[in-house]
């Protein structure tokens, strides 16, 4: 396994539509194994796989409770509005405040390519909606108007 290198905003992945994945391969299961430990690194809550160069419809994610895997994730519903902060590890040390949805039910494969649904709420509604978003080339900063983003630590 392997610590890949994050790209950061400006690199043309970020905005490109990304690709399914239609088999799940060795490559594909090292480079989870490798967006998983990258995560971990970078002391992040998830990763995209357009964040480490690689335009393929790949998400992980870990709140607390273990690493989630999310091949070809898609929102199937979702309900209320939460208003909270929200960081990326491809725009280092920039936040603002993003209103989401408060729950989310995504529909996906895992891993080893099974179906799953994941229903989330509060900080996993937000992480998965914001991961979600990257497969699309959206930051959190197209959700907000510039004005409202602001450094780490400046609240």
Known sequence: MAVLKIVKLGDPVLRQPTEPVTKIT????RLIQNMIETMYAADGVGLAAPQVGVS???VVIDVGD????LINPKIVSGSGEDIDVEGCLSIPGKQAYVKRMA?????ALDGEGKPIKIEGRGYLARALQHE?????GILFIDLVDEKDIFSEGDE
Not at 66 to 69: D, E, K, S
């Open 132 to 136: 979600i978003d990257h497969l699309n």
């Open 56 to 58: 393929k419809k790949i």
């Open 26 to 29: 060795k490559k594909i299961s």
């Open 66 to 69: 273990g690493p989630i895997v």
């Open 103 to 107: 729950e989310v039910v995504v529909e």
